[in-house]
């Protein structure tokens, strides 16, 4: 059962629209959806809310550490509220993943994402539970870093936000403890087809 949701990122309006953003936007849309504000808290070096949903205590934070030392903000409140790893889900982005998809998986390596490598560092395991929002390759090594920092095109954009929404659908079974529901409706959940293209008409 998830009781505590992050989002990665980094904080401030250069970054706001970028890739490496697209934890912040799934939190602030589940933030929305719960009718929660996220609110600063220097004790845990985030954006901070806490709701109830069904008589169970949720948390949502968005580290404001910068996404290099994004475990120093995970480990700060999962501690003091006694949050295990496996009870955490980390949303970010995952370059393996096409534009659109998602993948939800608990435990693994950090693959060289420098959030999940801190927050690696700071709980001293990787079992938590991940939400990887897929962004796509650039295709050659090199840009990642810069492909990670740039906006994406107008049609990734939205393939990204449309996925936040569909996945959101997975959260009531991610709250009761449904993981196998939760992997279903993450995995399952695709992004529309688009029609095809319609014959011209007879002349």
């Given at each position: 059962?998830?009781?505590?949701?992050?989002?990665?990122?980094?904080?401030?309006a250069e970054y706001e629209g970028t890739r490496h953003n697209a934890g912040f936007w799934w939190v602030d849309a589940l933030a929305r959806q719960l009718k929660l504000?996220?609110?600063?808290?220097?004790?845990?070096h985030g954006l901070v809310a806490?709701?109830?949903?069904?008589?169970?205590?949720?948390?949502l934070l968005e580290p404001q550490t910068y996404m290099n030392l994004s475990g120093k903000s995970v480990a700060a409140l999962a501690r003091f509220f006694k949050i295990a790893p496996q009870e955490i889900l980390v949303v970010h982005d995952e370059l393996d993943v096409p534009p659109g998809q998602a993948r939800l998986k608990l435990g693994g390596s950090h693959a060289g994402h420098n959030g999940l490598r801190d927050i690696h560092a700071q709980l001293g395991t990787g079992d938590y539970?991940?939400?990887?929002?897929?962004?796509?390759?650039?295709?050659?090594?090199s840009e990642v870093v810069d492909w990670v920092l740039?906006?994406?095109?107008?049609?990734?954009?939205?393939?990204?936000?449309e996925c936040i929404d569909r996945t959101l659908k997975a959260v009531p079974a991610l709250l009761s403890?449904?993981?196998?529901?939760?992997?279903?409706?993450?995995?399952t959940s695709k992004p529309p087809r688009p029609k095809p293209p319609r014959p011209p008409e007879a002349g």
């Open positions: 059962m998830i009781k505590l949701f992050v989002g990665l990122g980094n904080p401030g504000q996220l609110s600063p808290d220097k004790g845990y806490r709701g109830n949903v069904d008589g169970r205590t949720v948390w539970w991940r939400l990887r929002l897929g962004i796509g390759h650039p295709g050659v090594k740039r906006k994406p095109a107008p049609e990734q954009r939205d393939a990204l936000l403890g449904e993981m196998d529901k939760a992997t279903q409706l993450v995995h």
